[in-house]
């Protein structure tokens, strides 16, 4: 993996369309730019805030709603993530037009109404009336959720509540409380809001979390029954994990992490020994499969890798919120089997180069599939716990991964004979909106890597955008950095170096392609140091 992403400067290159795309700046114009003020659309909510979402078409396509504007605040088309990288990116360009079109999308989802009988539970599919004015709500989807599989479904198949999904936009509206810089944070009244609905929800999952830790994948939602299916063994219990000790980690409600603590100790000692990597994509998705299903051929139980991709984001938080590096040992060992489901070479008979993609499961045909920014962010953040170099080259594989296949989910999803062609278009947030918001926190807070990033303790480092890192040395008296960068492409503007965990009792000179190009403080090369074109 190692030299072929060294060799591969230019994999965030577009296959799709060769003739443009190549720098991370050309693809957050577009994505941010372009796309998403193509799909969004605006309108006030019952309440007379402004709202607004940007489509993915998906109602209309998987559910017959009879109308495009739809936001799905689910697990896989997440539009309060997007909506997150949005925001992010305008308050790097200071420009209010879109960070309001970004609020008004968490406007949105605070909209969804909560369940008063359910203790908290809410839809996760929203899409706007035909008419232009009704304002609809879903509780899950009809293409993939119980609806799909069940021989005979019930005549409300889709008024189930969706935990997977409900915990998932509740983390994600917790992560908006991230925006502290003056020009950035949101209002007090928004925070409260956030903290208030999400609140409201953890305590329903405290109350339908089992003895045994498991939160069960679906509840009905006039009764709040637990579905009888992935009732007693599911992966999906770690995307409720991860909310409720992210949720702690702001308000310190101690019953809020026990239930983490107890959902994650469920998910070491129960999913990840007899890999019972059970999610609803697993069986009710383009792998559709009875829920009892296992093949007895090869002795192996279907797995699906979100679950796992939450599981691992679960145990560091909890290894952040507890201090317990016993945590941290569990979440290297998820990262280490999720890894298993990333690509190390691209296929020869597949024309786009897909190293560092990810499929998806152990039962399912595809390349390069959309989830990759997701794994991205779990690469990230683990190697910022751990400096274990290998963690940063695969999330820098990942993260640049979605751009080859862009606008498409994934690749060669359709296997066999016309298998060297795109998925499908499956919409702005499962693949540019979902991987530029991955870039997005790769620049920003306590996890900027800039256009090329060095690690100076450790004597490692990596390209990030459109480039490579192929020497790096460290000479004293004084103190120089050396690098050698290539890059196959024409920079109009600066490279952004940064060089973490510097010595901060001496300046350090930095000499880039046999050019001094200056000597800077650790705090410096910590924020970024420009690196002119020429180099």
């Not at 198949?157 to 810089?181: E, G, I, K, N, Q």
């Not at 009732?231 to 770690?238: D, R």
């Amino acid at each position: 993996g190692h030299d072929r992403l060294v060799a591969a400067p230019n994999l965030q290159s577009n296959h799709v369309n060769q003739s443009k795309y190549y720098l991370m700046d050309a693809w957050r114009q577009d994505t941010w730019g372009r796309y998403a003020n193509q799909v969004y659309f605006s309108f006030n909510c019952s309440n007379g805030v402004p709202c607004g979402s940007l489509y993915s078409g998906r109602t209309v396509f998987t559910d017959g709603f009879g109308t495009n504007n739809d936001g799905w605040f689910n697990s896989w088309f997440q539009t309060l993530r997007s909506a997150y990288g949005w925001y992010a990116f305008g308050e790097t360009q200071n420009d209010r037009v879109i960070m309001e079109k970004a609020l008004s999308i968490l406007n949105l989802a605070l909209a969804a109404p909560q369940d008063p009988s359910g203790g908290g539970a809410f839809p996760s599919i929203f899409f706007l009336g035909a008419d232009g004015h009704s304002l609809n709500w879903v509780d899950d989807s009809g293409w993939a959720g119980l609806c799909r599989t069940l021989p005979t479904p019930p005549a409300n198949c889709m008024d189930y509540y969706h935990p997977f999904d409900m915990s998932w936009t509740a983390y994600w509206m917790l992560r908006w409380l991230d925006f502290t810089s003056s020009s950035a944070s949101i209002s007090p009244a928004l925070q409260k809001q956030i903290l208030t609905y999400t609140t409201y929800y953890a305590d329903f999952l405290v109350k339908q979390q089992m003895p045994n830790g498991i939160i069960p994948s679906w509840f009905e939602a006039d009764s709040l029954e637990p579905a009888n299916h992935m009732q007693t063994a599911n992966s999906e219990t770690a995307g409720s994990a991860l909310f409720l000790v992210k949720l702690y980690e702001v308000t310190k409600n101690i019953t809020h992490l026990q239930a983490a603590i107890s959902g994650m100790q469920f998910i070491r000692d129960v999913i990840a020994p007899k890999r019972l990597w059970f999610d609803y994509e697993t069986f009710v998705s383009c792998s559709q499969k009875p829920f009892e299903f296992y093949d007895s051929y090869t002795r192996q139980n279907p797995e699906n890798n979100l679950g796992k991709i939450q599981a691992a984001f679960a145990a560091l938080e909890l290894f952040h919120a507890t201090n317990d590096s016993a945590w941290l040992d569990v979440g290297q060992s998820l990262v280490d089997y999720l890894s298993l489901t990333q690509q190390v070479y691209s296929h020869p008979l597949l024309s786009p180069n897909l190293l560092g993609g990810f499929t998806t499961q152990n039962t399912d045909s595809e390349w390069s599939d959309a989830r990759q920014g997701y794994a991205s962010d779990v690469y990230f953040q683990y190697y910022k716990a751990t400096s274990k170099f290998e963690y940063l080259e695969r999330g820098v594989a990942a993260l640049r991964s979605s751009y080859q296949v862009a606008p498409y989910e994934n690749w060669a999803h359709t296997g066999g004979s016309q298998g060297d062609g795109p998925g499908a278009m499956t919409g702005f947030h499962w693949c540019q909106g979902s991987a530029m918001t991955s870039y997005e926190q790769t620049q920003r807070g306590g996890m900027i890597f800039g256009d090329l990033y060095v690690n100076m303790k450790q004597m490692h480092g990596v390209g990030i955008n459109g480039c490579s890192l192929t020497s790096l040395s460290l000479s004293s008296s004084p103190t120089t950095l050396s690098l050698s960068i290539t890059s196959p492409y024409k920079w109009t503007s600066p490279l952004l170096l940064v060089v973490d965990q510097a010595p901060s009792s001496s300046n350090t000179t930095l000499n880039v392609n046999g050019k001094n190009i200056g000597t800077y403080t650790s705090t410096q090369m910590g924020e970024g140091v420009p690196v002119p074109a020429s180099n």
